[in-house]
């Protein structure tokens, strides 16, 4: 989607392996999100960051750890992948408030990970 | 907590056939409610939204979706479906919570239209 993207697209990985995938933006959005898709799970959020070096922990957090050092990019890390977190991850980016609903949620194109 | 159920995870239909798919969520304060289709091996692309006002919301590619406060759901519709419309479909709802905001989505509805 304009103005956001992820990479990389797709990676395969080892099991106990450190993984870090990258969301960037430019939109100077507020809000940026990672979520994961799994089959009959829909899109649950991993974490999520509402400015600069400000994070909070979403639903599926265990595992996973975040940094936002810029406005534009939002980082997501695997200490040590497992194969659980075999999945398709999402970068979504956000105004906020008012005018970030009536905008929606603009979503990257994803992530697929596989750890083997 | 605030969170969405989606009824039904999959919707077989026919070629020019009406089709609802159906959403409630649960949330004690103002809600924005969102409607996303995500296309085979695609991202997510809106389709609607309700933020306030007409509880009636026209989206694109012929979709709406009523807001029913007293029944707390947000089911999306349209009157004649086309095999293009064969994707998964997710509700959402926006919450807000100590001046930060994330969206939270139901597990989706997988539509199927058949010739």
């Known amino acids: 989607d304009a103005g956001i993207t992820q990479s990389p697209r797709h990676k395969v990985t080892e099991t106990g392996t450190p993984v870090t995938l990258r969301c960037h933006q430019t939109e100077n959005h507020r809000y940026m999100y990672w979520y994961r898709q799994d089959p009959g799970h829909g899109l649950r959020l991993i974490h999520y960051?509402?400015?600069?070096?400000?994070?909070d922990k979403g639903e599926v957090s265990d595992g996973y750890s975040v940094s936002r050092s810029k406005t534009e990019d939002f980082l997501l890390t695997l200490e040590s992948a497992t194969s659980s977190q075999t999945s398709v991850y999402f970068c979504?980016?956000?105004?906020?408030?008012?005018?970030?609903?009536?905008?929606?949620?603009?979503f990257g194109s994803g992530t697929r990970l596989t750890v083997v | 907590a605030q969170s969405v159920t989606q009824l039904d995870s999959q919707v077989p239909v026919f070629e020019e056939a009406p089709v609802e798919l159906r959403c409630n969520y649960s949330?004690?304060?103002?809600?924005?409610l969102f409607w996303y289709v995500q296309y085979p091996n695609q991202g997510l692309q809106l389709l609607l939204k309700?933020?306030?006002?007409?509880?009636l919301v026209k989206g694109i590619n012929g979709f709406e979706a009523e807001f029913n406060k007293s029944q707390t759901s947000f089911h999306l519709r349209k009157p004649s479906v086309h095999i293009s419309d064969t994707a998964e479909y997710f509700c959402?709802?926006?919450?807000?919570?100590?001046?930060?905001?994330?969206?939270?989505f139901g597990k989706g509805t997988k539509l199927t239209v058949n010739p």
């Open positions: 309700y933020l306030s006002g007409s509880t």
């Open positions: 960051s509402y400015g600069v070096k400000d994070t």
């Open positions: 949330s004690s304060v103002s809600v924005y």
């Open positions: 959402a709802v926006k919450i807000t919570q100590g001046g930060s905001e994330k969206l939270v």
């Open positions: 979504a980016i956000s105004q906020g408030g008012r005018v970030g609903g009536m905008d929606g949620y603009t």
